[in-house]
């Protein structure tokens, strides 16, 4: 059973994996995320550098960079590259439920870098997370590309280091391809 494009608009808007009472589209913690009807909350960029709309070749050991943009509002931070839970636990950090690659080492396969906004062009300054997830698993056809996973804000109790984690998602449309 396949679900309309409005349908999945609802679900993806409705998650609060975590019960914090904040979506996970929306939650950045103590930061205020950025809001527009065309980018909600968190931003991602699907093979960075490459012009919109998002077109990505599957293959059996293809993978795909995509980057998580680290958000930044006057003098706050929405660090992505620190805050993101990443090798702790890399099956934590999923697309479309495929978790991030892996190094020899057990590591999640991510870098540190300011990545230029797809829409724009320009870069925001603060570093941004690029990590390669697998390509094969990936289904055909136009789809969100949804990067799913947890982070800590240090706000949130700086002083409790077993404070849970919370939840983000973000979110870009591609075309997977042959």
């Not at 949130?156 to 591609?174: C, G, H, K, W, Y």
Request: hydrophobic letters at 35%; one cysteine or more.
């Amino acid at each position: 059973m396949s679900i309309t494009s409005d349908q999945e608009q609802v679900n993806f808007l409705s998650v609060d994996g975590d019960g914090n009472s904040v979506l996970d589209f929306q939650d950045c913690g103590s930061f205020i995320c950025p809001q527009s009807p065309s980018s909600p909350g968190h931003r991602i960029d699907v093979k960075p550098s490459y012009p919109v709309p998002k077109v990505i070749s599957q293959g059996g050991d293809s993978v795909i960079t995509v980057a998580i943009f680290s958000e930044a509002s006057g003098n706050l931070t929405w660090d992505a590259s620190a805050l993101v839970h990443l090798n702790d636990n890399p099956q934590t950090l999923l697309l479309n439920g495929i978790p991030v690659k892996v190094n020899q080492s057990f590591q999640g396969t991510c870098s540190i870098s300011d990545v230029a906004d797809p829409v724009t062009g320009l870069k925001s300054g603060p570093k941004d997370l690029k990590c390669q997830f697998p390509t094969a698993a990936l289904k055909l056809g136009t789809q969100w590309a949804v990067v799913t996973g947890v982070f800590t804000d240090p706000a949130d109790n700086p002083t409790n280091p077993t404070l849970p984690p919370r939840n983000f998602s973000a979110r870009q449309l591609i075309t997977v391809v042959p």
